[in-house]
């Protein structure tokens, strides 16, 4: 079974600084990661998944995340914020196996200041 | 053209009534979802379908019955709705997940249970 933890509830930022929201998992198997974002009253939509190859993986809206195996993380970065990415994210974990769910953490809340 | 959509998005109620929410797809997926997201933006996953076949059914009262006339739509009808049923529920639709495929959410029904 997998378990992913966002070690962050929430993250403030101030707009047009870099921002790095935490994401951990647990897996005694290979995974499948993902990031979604949900913005205030939408459904969530996906920024970005790691499958294998490359460890860094770039996504929408200038987001990236790097795959680090041997500290079993998925970090969410972005160089420079704006007010439009207030949201919350989402960071998920699925295995390999057929019979697998994804399971999402329990989001991370990113604040943007003026 | 809406990918995934749901109907209604607020649904206000007593407790006692039966309610029922609507889902359809446009992607031609195979699989779909029921998530439910508390107060606290945990998403959890209630039920899943494939190609009308139920795959996956969570810890889930039997109030809650599913139901998914093809594999289009996937319906969620709740009976004797209790105060604990408030929350959004988001329908999603995917591939399959075994190649890594992401999920596509609606939008939202946000339910109120007075």
């Known amino acids: 079974a997998q378990s992913v933890t966002q070690l962050d509830s929430q993250v403030p930022v101030f707009e047009e600084a870099p921002v790095e929201l935490r994401c951990n998992y647990s897996s005694s198997v290979s995974v499948y990661l993902f990031w979604y974002v949900q913005y205030p009253n939408q459904g969530l939509q996906l920024l970005l998944k790691y499958l294998s190859g490359s460890t860094l993986v770039k996504g929408i809206n200038g987001f990236e995340a790097e795959f680090n195996k041997s500290q079993t993380s998925f970090h969410l970065r972005k160089p420079s914020v704006h007010i439009s990415d207030t949201a919350e994210y989402f960071c998920?974990?699925?295995?390999?196996?057929?019979?697998?769910?994804?399971?999402f953490g329990k989001g991370t809340r990113l604040h943007i200041l003026p | 053209d809406t990918a995934v959509s749901q109907t209604p998005k607020y649904l206000v109620t007593q407790m006692g009534n039966d309610k029922s929410i609507k889902c359809e797809q446009n992607l031609g997926h195979d699989t779909m979802y029921w998530y439910k997201q508390d107060s606290k933006k945990f998403l959890k996953i209630m039920f899943s379908y494939n190609n009308k076949e139920l795959i996956i059914n969570e810890t889930v009262p039997n109030r809650f019955s599913p139901k998914s006339p093809d594999k289009a739509h996937l319906n969620l009808h709740i009976n004797s709705l209790e105060l604990g049923d408030s929350a959004v529920y988001f329908c999603a639709s995917s591939q399959p997940l075994l190649s890594g495929n992401e999920q596509y959410f609606g939008p939202g029904t946000r339910l109120t249970v007075t």
């Open positions: 998920a974990v699925r295995g390999l196996n057929r019979d697998d769910k994804i399971i």
